[in-house]
Nanobody, 125 residues
Framework: QVQLVESGGGLVQAGGSLRLSCAAS????????MGWFRQAPGKEREFVAA????????SYNDSVKGRFTISRNNAKNTVYLQMNSLKPEDTAVYYC??????????????????WGQGTQVTVSS
């Protein structure tokens, strides 16, 4: 089992940047594909980005492609989400999640086994 703790959220103006971090407990972090999801008020949780176990494969929601970058450091048990050119529509609670079964990456929320508590990102116009 793995525990996930997100950090780095906050309030930023449109056009600004934030870097989210997700620290994982345990010694098997490199065996999990990792993902970031977000949920805005009144909306369903949606896929943002995912990265494979070794970091060689990534996937992005079209709405963030070119603006967000997912990365991981397996030595530090941490996955990151660098968010640039933020827009008000990026406002949401951002969650990281761990998938212990997928060999590469998946966008399917139901494939993820463990979730963090979320961190709020608010982008003002």
């Amino acid at each position: 089992q793995v525990q996930l703790v997100e950090s780095g959220g906050g309030l930023v103006q449109a056009g600004g940047s934030l870097r989210l971090s997700c620290a994982a407990s345990g010694r098997t972090f490199s065996s999990y594909a990792m993902g970031w999801f977000r949920q805005a008020p009144g909306k369903e949780r949606e896929f943002v980005a995912a990265i494979s176990r070794g970091g060689g494969t990534t996937s992005y929601n079209d709405s963030v492609k070119g603006r967000f970058t997912i990365s991981r450091n397996n030595a530090k048990n941490t996955v990151y989400l660098q968010m640039n050119s933020l827009k008000p529509e990026d406002t949401a609670v951002y969650y990281c999640a761990a998938d212990r079964r997928s060999s590469y990456v998946t966008r399917q929320l139901t494939n993820y086994d463990y979730w963090g508590q979320g961190t709020q990102v608010t982008v003002s116009s």
